[in-house]
């Protein structure tokens, strides 16, 4: 190993053992961390090649697919209201808190479930999204519970 590596690599060392790495992430955080990971699972499993933006942009990642390259919010919710999982619409890079209508899909997991639930974003009109996976007839979204055909629409 020449000289110059090894000073490279002593000092990336160096920087990763004197940072502050005690701080935690929140729940939420790594609940939301769980599901990236999943869903970069699952879209390689199936084949697809999930990309993450360089920058910050509204959507988590461009998927491409046999439907071609999908702009994807994931999202993701382990707290259960009565009957349904709530999720909130509203992305950190949207205007006004909206999710942008540059997304093609929303890609929401259940954790407690581990369930997936693939939406067209034009469906989505609310901030609040209400999944009811127990009782179909409430559940305006049940026709996308555990169903990946819009990467292959």
């Not at 000289?3 to 701080?23: G, W």
């Not at 992430?25 to 499993?45: D, H, K, W």
């Not at 992305?91 to 581990?114: E, F, N, R, T």
């Amino acid at each position: 190993m020449d000289e110059v590596q090894y000073d490279s690599y002593t000092t990336l060392a160096y920087l990763y053992d004197t940072q502050d790495l005690t701080m935690p992430s929140s729940n939420a955080q790594r609940i939301g961390a769980i599901a990236e990971a999943r869903f970069i699972t699952e879209c390689l499993e199936r084949a697809f090649e999930p990309h993450t933006p360089t920058t910050p942009m509204p959507w988590d990642y461009i998927v491409h697919c046999p439907a071609g390259d999908l702009k994807v919010q994931i999202k993701s919710t382990s707290v259960r209201d009565r009957s349904a999982y709530t999720v909130n619409s509203s992305c950190g890079a949207s205007v006004k808190g909206h999710m942008s209508d540059d997304i093609d899909v929303v890609g929401i997991y259940i954790s407690p479930l581990q369930e997936w639930w693939m939406i067209p974003r034009y469906l989505i009109k609310s901030k609040t999204i209400k999944l009811y996976p127990e009782n179909p007839s409430k559940s305006k979204y049940k026709q996308y519970q555990n169903n990946w055909s819009v990467y292959y629409e």
